[in-house]
Every structure is written in C-alpha cells, then in structure tokens.
T-cell receptor, first 110, second 117 residues
Framework: QQQVKQSPQSLIVQKGGISIINCAYE??????FPWYQQFPGKGPALLIA?????SEKKEGRFTISFNKSAKQFSLHIMDSQPGDSATYFC?????????FGAGTTVTVRA | GAVVSQHPSRVICKSGTSVKIECRSL??????MFWYRQFPKQSLMLMAT?????????EQGVEKDKFLINHASLTLSTLTVTSAHPEDSSFYIC?????????????FGDGTRLSIL
C-alpha cells in the first residue's frame, strides 16, 4: 500500500501564483521528508527537504510546511514560473529507503 | 552536489534481448544503490536495493532472475533485464546513497528509457 498520500494529482496555476501540494503519512518512524522535481524524460532531482524537528523550511521560492501531530507536510511554490512546470513528488524515509507519493503535475500558464 | 550517471539514456531492442543498464556515482562512494521502475504518469516503484559486495534485496513481485543486479564496487551498479519482452518496456531509474551521509539519502540518475519491440 502507498505509505505517503499526495494530492492533488494535477494543478494549473497562473504565472506569479502559488502552487500548493499536500502529503500525508502514517509511519511515525519516518524522519526525513524530501520533495523531488521531475521533468519529462529525466530522473527526479531533490528540491527541498525537512526533518520533523522543524515546522517550516524555506529555500528561495520553495517552502515546506510540516505538521508532525497531523502527520502532514506540504510544498508551497511562490511566484510560480513557467519553468516550474514539472511533476513533483513528496517522499518520506526512516532508513534511506524512500516511500514516494503518487506525484503532482504542475502546469504554470504564462 | 553528488552526481549519479546512468547509461544508456535510451535503448530500443528486439524481444528476447538482454539489456544492461549502468549506474555510476561520480563523486562519492555509493554504499547502497536503488533501482526503480516508472511507468508513464506514475510514481517511482522500487525494484531492488543493493549494497556493495552483497546480493541485492528485491521488492515483492520483482523477479530476481529477470532483473539481475550487480553492485561490485562503491561506484558502479548494473541492472540487466534478461530476455526482455515488450512488457518490460519502461523508464528505469537508479539512485545512489552513502549511508555515512544523512543529509540526502539518495541521489538519482537521469533514467534509462527501455523500449522492447
């Protein structure tokens, strides 16, 4: 069964808008939560990651919000750009073996 | 940052052929390598985990005799799809990890598109 649930499956946002992707997990042994960006025909690339002792992490236009009690975490893409159009995967791990969400395809319209 | 090179990037071959895919960590020692399979518009599915110098551990439902994995050195792992058939056509992605570093568990290659005719 999928250990990390991700939503929405896809979203469309206007240039300059905010993209929000949500993930939820059940396994309390998870202690590292990365987000990956994947372009067509390429492997996933690490975008940003967080550990459960922090509630928020920001790197440039990308922010992770983490709610340990709710076992949820989300990715916010601020000032979305056409170059951000890609598939985003959340993931979680407690032992270097990653459990991936189903992915969210983000389309940024100019 | 850590670099993982995967080769070839694309393979097209006839049914019954065996295909070897290489995964190399270029600037770090990969004690563990992972092999994934990804179907169009789907997530990554872990096939197997290999530790340098030992046998790979396969996920449930993955045929070990079909997908042969070798991890003979700290910088190279290979996946051989034996007697490939059209249903084996997919995007195969490797990743590498150094268990001594905890800030980023896996570094991914750019994948291999395998098409079996």
């Amino acid at each position: 069964q999928q250990q990390v649930k991700q939503s929405p499956q896809s979203l469309i946002v206007q240039k300059g808008g905010i993209s929000i992707i949500n993930c939820a997990y059940e396994n309390t042994a998870f202690d590292y939560f990365p987000w990956y960006q994947q372009f067509p025909g390429k492997g996933p690339a690490l975008l940003i990651a967080i550990r459960p002792d922090v509630s928020e992490k920001k790197e440039g236009r990308f922010t992770i919000s983490f709610n340990k009690s709710a076992k949820q975490f989300s990715l916010h893409i601020m000032d979305s750009q056409p170059g951000d159009s890609a598939t985003y995967f959340c993931a979680a791990t407690g032992d270097y073996k990653l459990s991936f969400g189903a992915g969210t395809t983000v389309t940024v319209r100019a | 940052g850590a670099v993982v090179s995967q080769h070839p990037s694309r393979v097209i071959c006839k049914s019954g052929t065996s295909v070897k895919i290489e995964c190399r960590s270029l600037d770090f020692q990969a004690t563990t390598m992972f092999w994934y399979r990804q179907f169009p518009k789907q997530s990554l599915m872990l096939m197997a985990t290999s530790n340098e110098g030992s046998k790979a551990t396969y996920e449930q439902g993955v045929e070990k005799d079909k997908f042969l994995i070798n991890h003979a050195s700290l910088t190279l792992s290979t996946l051989t799809v034996t007697s490939a058939h059209p249903e084996d056509s997919s995007f195969y992605i490797c990743s590498a990890s150094n268990r001594g570093q905890s800030n980023q568990p896996q570094h991914f290659g750019d994948g291999t598109r395998l098409s079996i005719l």
